[in-house]
């Protein structure tokens, strides 16, 4: 995948391809940068879905170690070995399986900062997978960034393509409090990938990006809800409806300041996510556009997320599931007023 020492050249890469390339980069640069989870070395496959693969035979088994099966222990020595000055990047692997791990994550990584009185940091990275689409049922499925986003002291990342996972990944490492870096399924089985490069850019934490401008909607989306974003306002583009998209790629902190820019441009906006509609990153982000630009909306702020429930696992109720590109242009139009 290399074409040269320096790293700078432009490669193509998948989506988990890409995070693997950033842990790789990430711990040839800084041997206080360990790796950790279920199934993560060599000898038991590399990962789940095979981010890790090739590490432990590069960097070591002390570096890259397989655990037992037991969310709160990876978490918990994740912690301790960030209290003793490693970079621990811990891999939970898959979204419904954190919560075994929340009372480490909520109640010691996000507080011991606070705690500590500035004292103590602690640098972990939690990598976890998610996304309905691929019938793995109710308990293997959801999106629970917004959980994690309302706690103080955690970071939340959701890219949408290689590039930004890559350079996310790096600055979600070299950050001193815990981050929880959310992994889309679907996009990571993605085959084809994207460019990335140069080699060890970094993306900052907390920067939107805008893959699409348009002068009529704006649309606020994260993971994959901004491929089917794209996607939505290509057909609209056909129907004379200009759609400007918003990539938030950080959950907490959001980037206030380009979707408000974005808003106050176009005068109306949908945010969009694959998790539950209510009481979800979408509604503080929907909050926050009408308290900040009420005289300058055109119409009331919209939302599209998925209904309350678990994620069926019946495949045609799954597809029903999540907002799709159809859903994102229906909404889109009638915002427009067509």
Known sequence: MRSGDNMADIEKLTFFQAIGAALDDAMAADDKILVLGEDVA???????????????????????????????????????????????????????????????????????????????????????????????????????????????????????????????MLSAIDDPDPVLFVENLIIGMASGGGQIGPRNQRIPIGKASVPREGSNVTVIAYSRMVVEALSAAAELDKEGISVEVVDLRTVSPWDRETVLASVAKTGRALVVQEAPREFGVGAEIASEISEALFADLKAPVARLGGPKCAVPYSSPLEQAFAPSAARIAEAVRALAGK
């Open 42 to 168: 060599d000898k038991q496959g590399g990962g789940v879905m095979g981010v890790t693969r090739g590490l432990s035979a590069k960097y070591g088994d002390h570096r890259v170690r397989s655990t037992p099966i037991s969310e709160q222990a990876i978490t918990g020595a994740a912690i301790g070995a960030a209290l003793a000055g490693y970079k621990p990047v811990a891999e939970i692997m898959l979204m419904n399986f954190i919560t075994v791990a929340m009372d480490m994550l909520v109640n010691h990584a996000a507080k011991l900062r606070f705690m500590s009185g500035g004292q103590t940091s602690v640098p972990i990275v939690v990598r976890t997978v998610t996304g309905s689409g691929f019938a793995l049922g109710g308990q293997h499925s959801d999106h629970l960034e917004a959980w994690f986003a309302h706690v103080g002291g955690i970071k939340v990342i959701a890219p949408s393509n290689p590039a930004d996972a890559y350079g996310l």
